[in-house]
């Protein structure tokens, strides 16, 4: 007596109606016909869940939970990984850049690493029409697939390596991140992401890449990562490629919405007969002065045709292009191999989020206890205070770091703690040895003294956590050094993130926000994506001039930074578990 929609694919068919005597109904209509088999089934009822599997993916709803989770099984690229050696290697948590694939000098592979090769691109291509953030790796390996070099396996076995820790991962139907999309039933937009990488690579002959989000509703619905067919010959010409084909994507995916909205009768016929509209957005600022323009200059009339085609569309009321920057557009996902916080950054808010093979999310359900060990801190620091107010256990080292019993000390209190507490260490070594502000020190020597010892014991107290992160101002001199470098790869300190202390409430003597940025590393990606959701971007209008600054107070964190480093740590620890 309800509505229902079927969703079929050769022998596969997913099925949902508003009864759930219903679905029984088609069910057993089938099974008179045709031999079948239940793959799952999941309730309406957001207490009950359930799990089924359609054309080879897990479609997860947990107990009490409206949103659903798509992935693909735990175990899918085990015997890839089998094939490469990998399944008892080390895997790896930074993404891959890929950059070997501009190398030339690679030897062919043979007739059986080809096929192997081959095997293994079209296992993960398959895999890509689900985990939709991998698109722009396997565009890059697929440049090479006719011909593949022994460095083209090399960049199929670095993306090898960090799959195999990254096979938890889920797509989140809609994305947890309010700000993707548009969640207004009443007047439903279909929002798409657009960005353009202009001739990024001489492997692929500097033809642009395109990349492309459609959603509706705040959910994903599809992406994608193209070469473009054409070489352009500026920016903004790829630029307006993509624009270009984003406008065609979502006029087609409009119609498709507006024909479900109209079936189901959610809207009535007079205000659907107009097509969903569509929101796209971009980084180009030159793209949008082309289309608001009222004549082309003349360097620009080589694309003059696509201006045109897109403000047809425009001047329809269909499609409406606005402006966004550049690290808040999850397209830049799809041009480029980002680094690793960044990457994750943008898979997040698309609703790529870590669920456990069971399809239980542990993050949404476990709250794991958090303690926090800070070293080479001030007494009562921001960090310690935060502690104090969210009733986080604290443990602070503030002087003599490198002395033995200090340490001993620290590792006593670690060793205090229930076993099921996740310590995060969090250091930061003297600073003045690597600023420019060290010429204008009388004791430089004597500080370059205690920073070598300081640095050579750091290692033993960040392995007293669980997880850590270590901090510095973002041009201070001290990340090139040598001591420092290898502290950070020792730790797997692969995730970074640059926190604008402008954002952390931190005035100059005229009230207006210190333009500082500080640069924090991290062995969890989730530490690094909240720092950088919370202070990451910079959008103040204006900021103190040098003479207003009070540089010894830009040395110590605000309270709202305090804060957020704490509750960074809780979500490392809920993520990690």
């Known amino acids: 007596g309800g509505r229902a929609l079927l969703l079929t694919y050769v022998d596969d068919i997913l099925y949902t109606t508003e009864i759930p005597k219903d679905a029984e109904v088609l069910k057993q209509c089938l099974k008179d016909r045709v031999p079948i088999k239940d793959t799952g089934f999941i309730s309406p009822n957001a207490s009950d869940g359930g799990t089924l599997v359609f054309i080879g993916r897990e479609i997860v709803r947990l107990p009490g939970e409206k949103t659903l989770f798509v992935k693909v099984p735990s175990d899918y690229l085990d015997k890839t990984f089998a094939s490469y050696g990998l399944k008892s290697a080390p895997a790896s948590a930074a993404a891959p850049s890929l950059e070997v694939l501009e190398k030339t000098d690679g030897i062919p592979l043979s007739s059986e690493a080809h096929t192997r090769f081959r095997s293994a691109l079209g296992k993960l291509a398959w895999m890509s029409q689900t985990m939709q953030d991998l698109r722009v790796y396997i565009a890059l390996l697929a440049t090479q697939q006719s011909c593949p070099t022994s460095h083209t396996e090399s960049g199929l076995r670095s993306l090898l390596r960090f799959l195999a820790s990254d096979m938890h991962i889920a797509l989140s139907i809609p994305s947890q991140d309010e700000s993707f999309g548009s969640r207004d039933i009443d007047t439903p937009v279909i929002v798409c992401y657009t960005d ?99 004549d082309l200059p003349r360097r620009s009339r080589h694309i003059e045709v696509k201006v045109e085609w897109v403000k047809e569309q425009i001047l329809k009321g269909l499609i409406q292009v606005k402006f966004r920057r550049g690290t808040q557009l999850v397209a830049d996902l799809l041009t480029k191999c980002l680094q690793t916080a960044l990457f994750q950054m943008h898979r997040t808010t698309m609703g790529f989020i870590p669920m456990s093979p069971i399809g239980s999310l542990i993050n949404a359900i476990v709250q794991i206890p958090v303690a926090i060990l800070e070293v080479c801190c001030g007494e009562n620091s921001a960090i310690c205070r935060a502690c104090d107010f969210m009733n986080v256990p604290y443990h602070g080292v503030s002087a003599e770091m490198e002395v033995r ?73 001290i990340w090139d050094r040598w001591f420092t470098q290898r502290l950070l790869e020792k730790q797997n300190h692969v995730f970074e993130c640059f926190v604008n202390l402008c954002k952390t409430e931190l005035l100059g003597r005229s009230g207006l926000p210190i333009a500082k940025q500080l640069r924090f590393t991290s062995d969890s990606w989730m530490f690094a994506e909240h720092l950088f959701r919370r202070f990451g971007v910079c959008d103040c209008p204006q900021h103190s001039c040098m003479n207003d600054i009070h540089w010894a107070k830009t040395a110590t964190y605000t309270w709202k930074l305090g804060k957020e480093i704490v509750r960074a740590a809780q979500r490392a620890a809920n993520c990690e578990v």
């Not at 070594?429 to 205690?450: A, M, R, Y």
């Open 196 to 294: 353009a990488s202009h001739a990024p690579r001489r492997s692929t002959n500097r033809k642009s890449v395109s990349g492309g989000v459609l959603t509706f509703l705040g959910s994903l619905i599809k992406s994608y990562s193209r070469h473009q067919q054409s070489i352009s010959l500026s920016a903004c010409e790829s630029e307006m490629t993509g624009i270009q084909s984003i406008c065609q994507e979502s006029l087609v995916l409009s119609r498709i919405v507006s024909r479900i909205l109209r079936s189901f009768q959610m809207k009535e016929a007079a205000v659907i007969s107009k097509v969903v509209t569509s929101d796209v957005f971009t980084d180009s600022e030159s793209s949008l002065k082309l289309l608001k323009g009222i």
């Open 405 to 477: 019993s200090v340490f001993l000390k620290a590792k006593a209190w670690r060793e205090s703690l229930s076993k099921d507490v996740w310590v995060h260490v969090h250091l930061s070594t003297p600073c003045l040895v690597g600023s420019p502000l060290k010429h204008f020190s009388f004791h430089s020597h004597d500080q370059e003294i205690q920073w070598c010892s300081i640095i050579k014991c750091s290692a033993s107290y960040m392995q007293l956590g669980s997880s850590s992160s270590f901090e510095l101002p973002k041009s201070n001199s």
